[in-house]
């Protein structure tokens, strides 16, 4: 019976969870008139995905592809240096012994307690002051600390780096950097593939900071620029279109990207807790 009752309340999560995603599927499939008056879990009798994705592409002289591409750059660029630099933190402060360690590392973690938007327009001001707002520059730099990335790591180093490997490669002749990019950053990819995914993920889905420091339509976000879509349905009632086939194309690289290396970085996410 309890097993029963829990995979029931599983079954409701998960149908809770996927509900939005369908909608945006069937969603794909209708023209306008049928988003508002046919039934929103039920296909098109028409099934025009494929005008549909063409209409979206081409609309406005096609900046949904300069938005994907700006999206994709942002959440690649920023995850990359995001978990080389959080791997490399928490190697360090699990690894090297140095004065007032334990201080500067709960330092680093009192960031995962301050949320992101609170920090917003202080970082507006500072990109004001060296004239970054508007640039590339100032969604990416933001995004390339990870304070929680640095606790994963230090925990997954912990778990997965044997001291005495350390120890022969030093004997060895290898100097630290070889001895972390030859041994320890290759004994820390799976907690790097995690750290890599969450950090892809919250920069992908990121909506506020892109807000705040951008006004150029060229150097949109997928999220800030259907937003954008969506104020303006006033004006150009298909604009509601757009935003349904554009959101539901925005997940398809999340779910190619998570789908295959689920079992990575779910082995990432628990090895580093077991010594």
């Given at each position: 019976?309890?097993?029963?009752?829990?995979?029931?309340?599983?079954?409701?999560?998960?149908?809770?969870?996927l509900m939005p995603l369908i909608w945006l599927l069937f969603g794909v499939t209708k023209t306008l008139?049928?988003?508002?008056?046919?039934?929103?879990?039920?296909?098109?009798?028409?099934?025009?995905?494929?005008?549909?994705?063409?209409?979206?592409?081409?609309?406005?002289?096609?900046?949904?592809?300069?938005?994907?591409?700006?999206?994709?750059?942002?959440?690649?660029?920023?995850a990359a240096v995001a978990t080389l630099l959080s791997v490399m933190a928490g190697y360090a402060f699990?690894?090297?012994?140095?004065?007032?360690?334990?201080?500067?590392?709960?330092?680093?973690?009192?960031?995962?307690?301050?949320?992101?938007?609170?920090?917003?327009?202080?970082?507006?001001?500072?990109?004001?002051?060296?004239?970054?707002?508007?640039?590339?520059?100032?969604?990416?730099?933001?995004?390339?600390?990870?304070?929680?990335?640095?606790?994963?790591?230090?925990?997954?180093?912990?778990?997965?780096?044997?001291?005495?490997?350390?120890?022969?490669?030093?004997?060895?002749?290898?100097?630290?950097?070889?001895?972390?990019?030859?041994?320890?950053?290759?004994?820390?990819?799976?907690?790097?593939?995690?750290?890599?995914?969450?950090?892809?993920?919250?920069?992908?889905?990121?909506?506020?900071?892109?807000?705040?420091?951008?006004?150029?339509?060229?150097?949109?976000?997928?999220?800030?620029?259907?937003?954008?879509?969506?104020?303006?349905?006033?004006?150009?009632?298909?604009?509601?279109?757009?935003?349904?086939?554009?959101?539901?194309?925005?997940?398809?690289?999340?779910?190619?990207?998570?789908?295959?290396?689920?079992?990575?970085?779910?082995?990432?996410?628990?090895?580093?807790?077991?010594?």
């Amino acid at each position: 019976m309890r097993r029963s009752f829990a995979t029931l309340i599983c079954l409701l999560a998960a149908l809770y969870t996927l509900m939005p995603l369908i909608w945006l599927l069937f969603g794909v499939t209708k023209t306008l008139p049928d988003l508002y008056s046919s039934n929103g879990f039920a296909p098109s009798a028409g099934f025009h995905v494929w005008d549909n994705i063409t209409d979206l592409f081409s609309r406005d002289g096609g900046l949904y592809g300069r938005w994907m591409l700006n999206t994709a750059i942002y959440a690649l660029g920023g995850a990359a240096v995001a978990t080389l630099l959080s791997v490399m933190a928490g190697y360090a402060f699990d690894k090297f012994e140095f004065r007032g360690r334990e201080k500067w590392y709960a330092l680093v973690i009192a960031g995962v307690l301050i949320p992101n938007t609170a920090i917003v327009v202080p970082l507006y001001l500072l990109m004001s002051e060296i004239r970054m707002t508007d640039t590339m520059w100032a969604v990416l730099i933001p995004v390339m600390v990870n304070p929680f990335g640095v606790y994963l790591a230090r925990a997954y180093s912990s778990g997965a780096i044997p001291g005495e490997l350390l120890e022969s490669a030093r004997i060895d002749g290898a100097g630290e950097l070889r001895t972390f990019f030859s041994v320890g950053l290759r004994l820390m990819g799976p907690g790097a593939l995690t750290i890599f995914l969450f950090q892809f993920i919250a920069i992908w889905n990121n909506f506020f900071l892109p807000m705040v420091m951008i006004t150029n339509n060229d150097l949109f976000t997928l999220g800030q620029g259907l937003f954008t879509w969506n104020t303006g349905v006033g004006q150009d009632p298909d604009y509601a279109r757009m935003v349904v086939v554009g959101s539901a194309l925005a997940t398809i690289p999340l779910i190619l990207l998570f789908i295959p290396l689920q079992r990575r970085w779910r082995a990432g996410l628990t090895e580093g807790g077991i010594k």
